[in-house]
């Protein structure tokens, strides 16, 4: 049986995604967002406070804030508006989720440039084979409208391509939501790669082949991407540098 996760956990787990990011040249210096559900508080989530870099972020300095990105937590802290405009809309929309992952990385942006996006040109994209959405640009202001149509793209899947913007993962919790990210980023570097060596000649396997391999790769869902990797990931960062914990 699982443990209950406490807002302890959470905020400990959601401070390591930071600090793992971080390490991997993922942050856009103080923009995009690692956001999580508050355990026992619906449509409450904690989010970055504006301003701090990645390699910043310690559990203690996360904000709670509501769907609505209103600050619940007393502090005051600034939050970027555009955090609650993507994060809030999908935590209001998908409430059994407990993470959403927003990134501006070089490989994920240059992917949502592509016309046919993510293709299933390696094992990593094989993960994600039927399981990304796409959601198409509409400029830097997400109002109520657009809200409704990106969590309608994302519907049950586990990740968003915004379109000449940069990928979106979802989590039952922040391991998996990290973890897949992991794998669209890994999956996005080597397909780049190849198209670049090649003129954009990539071998794709069959959508059968595809679907084989993503079956094989989830199993019976009783085992979650981040399940075994996370703990590894969180003694390095305990090796290198505790303070996230903090």
């Not at 407990?98 to 046919?116: I, N, Q, R």
């Not at 039927?130 to 149509?149: D, I, N, V």
């Not at 396997?205 to 679907?211: F, N």
Request: proline share 4%; charged share 20%.
């Amino acid at each position: 049986m699982t443990p209950t996760r406490t807002e302890t956990d959470v905020r400990i787990d959601l401070a390591a995604a930071y600090r793992l990011a971080a390490q991997r040249g993922w942050d856009d210096t103080v923009y995009t967002h690692v956001s999580a559900g508050v355990p026992g508080e619906p449509g409450v989530y904690l989010i970055n406070p504006f301003g701090a870099r990645f390699d910043e972020i310690t559990a203690s300095a996360l904000v709670k804030v509501n769907t609505r990105g209103e600050v619940v937590d007393g502090s005051g802290r600034r939050v970027n508006p555009s955090g609650f405009a993507i994060h809030g809309a999908v935590h209001a929309a998908r409430p059994e989720l407990e993470c959403v992952v927003h990134l501006h990385t070089t490989a994920g942006v240059a992917l949502s440039m592509l016309p046919a996006g993510l293709q299933a040109t390696s094992q990593w994209a094989m993960r994600l084979h039927g399981r990304l959405g796409r959601h198409a640009y509409e400029g830097l202001a997400f109002g109520a409208a657009e809200q409704a149509r990106l969590v309608a793209n994302l519907g049950a899947l586990d990740g968003l391509i915004l379109e000449n913007h940069g990928p979106l993962t979802v989590g039952r919790t922040v391991a998996e939501a990290w973890m897949v990210m992991y794998l669209l980023e890994r999956a996005a570097q080597a397909q780049l790669a190849a198209m670049a060596a090649t003129g954009g000649r990539v071998r794709v396997v069959s959508d059968e082949l595809a679907a084989l391999t993503y079956r094989q790769w989830v199993g019976d869902g009783a085992e979650r991407d981040g399940d075994v990797e996370w703990p590894a990931l969180l003694r390095g960062l305990d090796r290198t540098d505790p303070s996230y914990r903090d």
